[in-house]
């Protein structure tokens, strides 16, 4: 499995009927071992969907708006780790639920934070799932499963016809 951890221009036509396995994942995590944890799970639950990895908020805002690239292609679901430097998850939240094309966007966190402060303001949020790292640990396995499952029976917002942020015009 390949983490696509850059911008790559061209463009990628969704097909009309959607195939589950080009639903991508985005990776917002900070810490290289979670992203290799993350990258061997998928490798041992045999899902090819591409992982695309983001280090903080900044990055992964201007990977979905297409900030110096094409913007993610829809269908994708985002995994997000609160605690990261230059903008945190509760930041990007606030930031992308704010954005009209990106506000229905499908969240899990997956952080350390086990804080009710920060559980609270990410369901105010409308994330779809807040998971622990410690929990997940050695159930990454079962997470990731539950998450194939979520959206082989989940229908995913549809891919917009064009962008309307000026940034996607930069190089």
Request: hydrophobic fraction near 40%; charge should be negative.
């Given at each position: 499995?390949?983490?696509?951890?850059?911008?790559?221009?061209?463009?990628?036509?969704l097909?009309?009927t959607?195939?589950?396995?080009?639903?991508?994942?985005m990776?917002?995590?900070?810490?290289?071992?979670?992203?290799?944890?993350?990258?061997?799970?998928l490798?041992?639950?045999?899902?090819?969907?591409?992982?695309?990895?983001?280090?903080?908020?900044?990055?992964?805002?201007?990977?979905?708006?297409?900030?110096?690239?094409?913007?993610?292609?829809?269908?994708?679901?985002?995994?997000?780790?609160?605690?990261?430097?230059?903008?945190?998850?509760?930041?990007?939240?606030?930031?992308?639920?704010?954005?009209?094309?990106?506000?229905?966007?499908?969240?899990?966190?997956?952080?350390?934070?086990?804080?009710?402060?920060?559980?609270?303001?990410?369901?105010?949020?409308?994330?779809?799932?807040?998971?622990?790292?410690?929990?997940?640990?050695?159930?990454?396995?079962?997470?990731?499963?539950?998450?194939?499952?979520?959206?082989?029976?989940?229908?995913?917002?549809?891919?917009?016809?064009?962008?309307?942020?000026?940034?996607?015009?930069?190089?």
């Amino acid at each position: 499995m390949e983490i696509i951890n850059r911008c790559e221009k061209g463009i990628t036509m969704l097909p009309q009927t959607l195939d589950r396995s080009e639903i991508s994942l985005m990776l917002v995590e900070d810490d290289p071992l979670d992203v290799l944890a993350m990258q061997r799970t998928l490798k041992k639950r045999r899902i090819l969907n591409p992982l695309v990895h983001a280090r903080d908020g900044i990055e992964a805002l201007d990977r979905l708006r297409g900030v110096g690239c094409d913007p993610l292609q829809r269908p994708y679901l985002i995994l997000l780790d609160l605690n990261m430097p230059r903008m945190n998850g509760l930041e990007f939240l606030e930031e992308l639920r704010s954005d009209p094309e990106l506000r229905d966007s499908v969240v899990f966190v997956l952080t350390t934070s086990d804080t009710d402060r920060d559980i609270v303001k990410a369901y105010e949020k409308f994330v779809a799932g807040y998971v622990l790292k410690s929990k997940a640990g050695d159930d990454l396995l079962r997470l990731l499963g539950l998450l194939d499952h979520y959206w082989r029976i989940v229908e995913f917002p549809p891919q917009r016809a064009v962008p309307t942020h000026p940034e996607t015009s930069r190089a």
